[in-house]
């Protein structure tokens, strides 16, 4: 079946006063129809700027380029911004982290709900307003009617982030991207919203692709998993096979942090991963994990490519799958 | 009373007043609703809840930085009112969530470091230099930053120049209001891992407040869980983490993401969202948000009730309330 979206060698550049920052160098996935991408990483390691390179959102001066950048048959990178706008709000859309940013203070909940409607369907306001009333009460929002003339001030942090759910599934698109959506958000309501969307996603069928650090909201959602560091994905898979069988040796150290109840000893000493993430000034020599790993040799110099290692799992490493599966991270 | 406790607050009520606009005057808040709670020397004590629920305000009185409106905070016995900023800044000292706005970026490390020294007038310059190199090392920073500033660092090492000067007095008592929640991952087990690292060299107690619950149970010996201004039930962390009694303490726990993708987004049993803490709810004010809500609980504010070794501030957890009812 042809993906819904096809990414291939997708590279984003900065131009900056020492040089070319280059944040994405060259991700390549696929996506279906209602599945669930995870894209997972650490700050700095570019996935925010793959979600806007993908939604043609990024700041004038950087460049995007790749091989193919493919959603429902039509490749992305040769549209115009005419064409873009076009695509955006109603075919794919976005859900920022901070809902409190993301909103216009000055215009009501439902001017902002039903603008992007009106604009791509054509349809009346009344149409619009009706739409965006049933969709507030999807996502939970009571009394949606009267919430529509309240201002987003007027709502609290977990509202808000409802209505900007709301907002993007307006026009109905194929896919969501959605960046760090429940981070600013208490774990209740966190648990709530991600409760929510998936079961969104399953009447819908919308595919979502979901950025975000926290390993633990990663487990529950995805479909597939992309772990992502200096740039690059470093190892992709099913959720099963990164939490179960985690390859590379970043990914091994993430897991090994982060405390699991139940799992971990009370109170014992968490794995760590020292060092810190390298430059992306004029591109990374080598592996870009090498200066922080702990199985580095001489061949690390020269960047390996994401490898197979067992159906749909991948890992950008020079040892060999059983070496990797064997590291143990040593507690710092 | 007993000397194992650092920090003991009882009846302690803080209320702000909140402008309700240019005509509407003013209206109460109650941040802490008649708090009693103890911290025992060498524990860690996690304590837990939603945003708006008053731990930051806790964390502010335990550092004299609010006073309460009435209730006592006694510090190793002695009330607050007896000694000056000074006095309790030598047993008490904190470590913020956010290292970058928390550190001066026009300071070196070396003078973020010795102004705890310079304000309580211990020792000399060439001593404070030796200081200071001493608490790089305890808390794992080279050297060779001594002279550089806060924007040359990281995070971790930003957080790492705060606990140094935190600990630079050598404190007793450390409160750490969500002090890994603004680093990544990576960063945030390093920090942890120091300061468990540091309450069994130093003998440290700490105040651990955190919205990260799994961070909370790895790290604390007791849990206080709070909703709107109130410890609603409080346990040694085992306890706590493995039966919960209070129905708001289980679906906060409920609503905790382990890592293991068998298992899908729980299903929070909670009802509602927050509510406004200006106009809070009758007798239990968790009681629209419960599941297990009664007549009684909209009418009847519950008591903290002892079920050892600690306690529930809940009516179906009050023995004499259920006895009454069947």
Redesign the interface.
């Given at each position: 079946m042809e993906p819904l979206l096809s990414v291939k060698n997708l590279r984003v550049e900065i131009p900056v006063g020492t040089g070319m920052l280059k944040p994405v160098r060259g991700i390549s996935f696929d996506l279906q129809k209602g599945e669930t991408l995870c894209i997972v990483g650490e700050s700095g390691c570019g996935k925010s700027l793959t979600s806007l390179a993908l939604m043609g959102l990024l700041p004038k001066v950087a460049r995007r380029s790749g091989d193919h950048l493919r959603f429902a048959g039509q490749d992305l990178l040769g549209l115009k911004e005419r064409q873009m706008a076009k695509l955006r709000g109603q075919d794919m859309s976005m859900i920022f982290q901070e809902p409190m940013t993301s909103l216009n203070p000055a215009y009501t909940i439902g001017d902002q709900l039903t603008e992007g409607m009106i604009r791509h369907q054509r349809v009346s306001r009344a149409e619009a307003r009706d739409r965006a009333a049933f969709l507030l009460e999807k996502v939970g929002i009571t009394a949606a009617a009267s919430r529509l003339t309240q201002y987003p001030h007027q709502l609290s942090g977990g509202l808000r982030q409802r209505v900007m759910i709301a907002m993007s599934l307006m026009c109905g698109p194929d896919l969501i991207i959605a960046d760090e959506p429940t981070t600013a958000l208490d774990v209740t309501i966190q648990a709530k919203i991600l409760r929510m969307m998936k079961n969104l996603q399953a009447e819908f069928g919308m595919a979502m692709i979901f950025i975000t650090h926290d390993l633990g909201v990663v487990a529950r959602i995805a479909d597939k998993i992309a772990v992502m560091y200096a740039g690059a994905f470093v190892e992709t898979g099913t959720a099963q096979q990164i939490f179960d069988a985690p390859t590379h040796p970043y990914t091994k150290g993430l897991l090994s942090c982060i405390p699991v109840p139940g799992k971990t000893e009370r109170g014992a000493r968490l794995g760590a991963v020292p060092g810190v993430v390298p430059s992306l000034i004029n591109g990374v020599e080598g592996c870009g994990f090498a200066s922080r790993c702990p199985m580095r040799q001489a061949a690390c110099g020269s960047e390996p490519d994401l490898t197979d290692r067992g159906a749909e799992h991948s890992c950008r490493c020079v040892h060999d799958t059983d070496t990797l599966r064997n590291m143990e991270w040593e507690a710092a | 009373m007993s000397d194992d406790i650092a920090l003991e607050l009882s009846d302690v009520t803080k209320i702000y007043q909140i402008s309700q606009g240019m005509f509407g005057g003013t209206k109460p808040l109650r941040a802490l609703d008649k708090i009693s709670l103890q911290l025992r020397k060498g524990e860690v004590l996690g304590l837990v809840g939603?945003?708006g629920c008053g731990k930051s305000t806790l964390a502010k009185v335990l550092l004299g930085l609010e006073k309460p409106t009435t209730g006592n905070v006694r510090v190793y016995g002695q009330p607050f009112g007896t000694h000056d900023r000074r006095w309790i800044a030598r047993r008490i000292q904190p470590i913020f969530q956010d290292p970058y706005s928390s550190l001066n970026p026009r300071k070196s490390v070396r003078e973020i470091i010795t102004l705890p020294l310079k304000v309580h007038s211990v020792g000399d310059s060439s001593s404070w230099d030796k200081e200071v190199a001493k608490m790089l090392d305890l808390v794992g920073l080279p050297q060779r930053l001594i002279d550089a500033s806060p924007s040359q660092m990281?995070g971790g090492q930003r957080q790492r120049v705060a606990i140094a000067r935190a600990l630079i007095m050598r404190p007793e008592v450390v409160i750490c209001d969500e002090p890994t929640s603004a680093l990544?991952?990576?960063v945030?087990?390093?920090v942890?891992?120091l300061l468990?690292?540091l309450r069994d060299e130093l003998g440290l107690t700490y105040l651990f407040i955190s919205?990260n619950?799994?961070?909370v149970?790895?790290?604390a010996?007791r849990v206080a869980v709070m909703y709107l201004g109130r410890v609603i039930e409080q346990a040694p962390?085992?306890r706590i983490?493995d039966a919960p009694k209070h129905p708001y303490a289980s679906?906060?726990l409920?609503?905790?993401?382990?890592?293991?993708?068998?298992?899908?987004?729980?299903?929070?049993n909670?009802d509602g969202?927050?509510p406004n803490p200006v106009d809070p709810p009758s007798g239990c004010t968790f009681h629209p948000r419960c599941p297990s809500a009664t007549a009684l609980c909209s009418a009847k504010r519950p008591e903290p009730v002892e079920q050892a070794p600690g306690f529930v501030t809940c009516h179906l957890h009050d023995p004499e309330i259920q006895k009454e009812l069947t």
């Amino acid at each position: 079946m042809e993906p819904l979206l096809s990414v291939k060698n997708l590279r984003v550049e900065i131009p900056v006063g020492t040089g070319m920052l280059k944040p994405v160098r060259g991700i390549s996935f696929d996506l279906q129809k209602g599945e669930t991408l995870c894209i997972v990483g650490e700050s700095g390691c570019g996935k925010s700027l793959t979600s806007l390179a993908l939604m043609g959102l990024l700041p004038k001066v950087a460049r995007r380029s790749g091989d193919h950048l493919r959603f429902a048959g039509q490749d992305l990178l040769g549209l115009k911004e005419r064409q873009m706008a076009k695509l955006r709000g109603q075919d794919m859309s976005m859900i920022f982290q901070e809902p409190m940013t993301s909103l216009n203070p000055a215009y009501t909940i439902g001017d902002q709900l039903t603008e992007g409607m009106i604009r791509h369907q054509r349809v009346s306001r009344a149409e619009a307003r009706d739409r965006a009333a049933f969709l507030l009460e999807k996502v939970g929002i009571t009394a949606a009617a009267s919430r529509l003339t309240q201002y987003p001030h007027q709502l609290s942090g977990g509202l808000r982030q409802r209505v900007m759910i709301a907002m993007s599934l307006m026009c109905g698109p194929d896919l969501i991207i959605a960046d760090e959506p429940t981070t600013a958000l208490d774990v209740t309501i966190q648990a709530k919203i991600l409760r929510m969307m998936k079961n969104l996603q399953a009447e819908f069928g919308m595919a979502m692709i979901f950025i975000t650090h926290d390993l633990g909201v990663v487990a529950r959602i995805a479909d597939k998993i992309a772990v992502m560091y200096a740039g690059a994905f470093v190892e992709t898979g099913t959720a099963q096979q990164i939490f179960d069988a985690p390859t590379h040796p970043y990914t091994k150290g993430l897991l090994s942090c982060i405390p699991v109840p139940g799992k971990t000893e009370r109170g014992a000493r968490l794995g760590a991963v020292p060092g810190v993430v390298p430059s992306l000034i004029n591109g990374v020599e080598g592996c870009g994990f090498a200066s922080r790993c702990p199985m580095r040799q001489a061949a690390c110099g020269s960047e390996p490519d994401l490898t197979d290692r067992g159906a749909e799992h991948s890992c950008r490493c020079v040892h060999d799958t059983d070496t990797l599966r064997n590291m143990e991270w040593e507690a710092a | 009373m007993s000397d194992d406790i650092a920090l003991e607050l009882s009846d302690v009520t803080k209320i702000y007043q909140i402008s309700q606009g240019m005509f509407g005057g003013t209206k109460p808040l109650r941040a802490l609703d008649k708090i009693s709670l103890q911290l025992r020397k060498g524990e860690v004590l996690g304590l837990v809840g939603e945003s708006g629920c008053g731990k930051s305000t806790l964390a502010k009185v335990l550092l004299g930085l609010e006073k309460p409106t009435t209730g006592n905070v006694r510090v190793y016995g002695q009330p607050f009112g007896t000694h000056d900023r000074r006095w309790i800044a030598r047993r008490i000292q904190p470590i913020f969530q956010d290292p970058y706005s928390s550190l001066n970026p026009r300071k070196s490390v070396r003078e973020i470091i010795t102004l705890p020294l310079k304000v309580h007038s211990v020792g000399d310059s060439s001593s404070w230099d030796k200081e200071v190199a001493k608490m790089l090392d305890l808390v794992g920073l080279p050297q060779r930053l001594i002279d550089a500033s806060p924007s040359q660092m990281s995070g971790g090492q930003r957080q790492r120049v705060a606990i140094a000067r935190a600990l630079i007095m050598r404190p007793e008592v450390v409160i750490c209001d969500e002090p890994t929640s603004a680093l990544d991952v990576s960063v945030q087990s390093q920090v942890l891992n120091l300061l468990i690292d540091l309450r069994d060299e130093l003998g440290l107690t700490y105040l651990f407040i955190s919205h990260n619950l799994a961070v909370v149970e790895h790290i604390a010996t007791r849990v206080a869980v709070m909703y709107l201004g109130r410890v609603i039930e409080q346990a040694p962390a085992a306890r706590i983490f493995d039966a919960p009694k209070h129905p708001y303490a289980s679906a906060l726990l409920d609503s905790i993401l382990t890592p293991d993708p068998a298992l899908g987004v729980p299903d929070v049993n909670l009802d509602g969202t927050f509510p406004n803490p200006v106009d809070p709810p009758s007798g239990c004010t968790f009681h629209p948000r419960c599941p297990s809500a009664t007549a009684l609980c909209s009418a009847k504010r519950p008591e903290p009730v002892e079920q050892a070794p600690g306690f529930v501030t809940c009516h179906l957890h009050d023995p004499e309330i259920q006895k009454e009812l069947t």
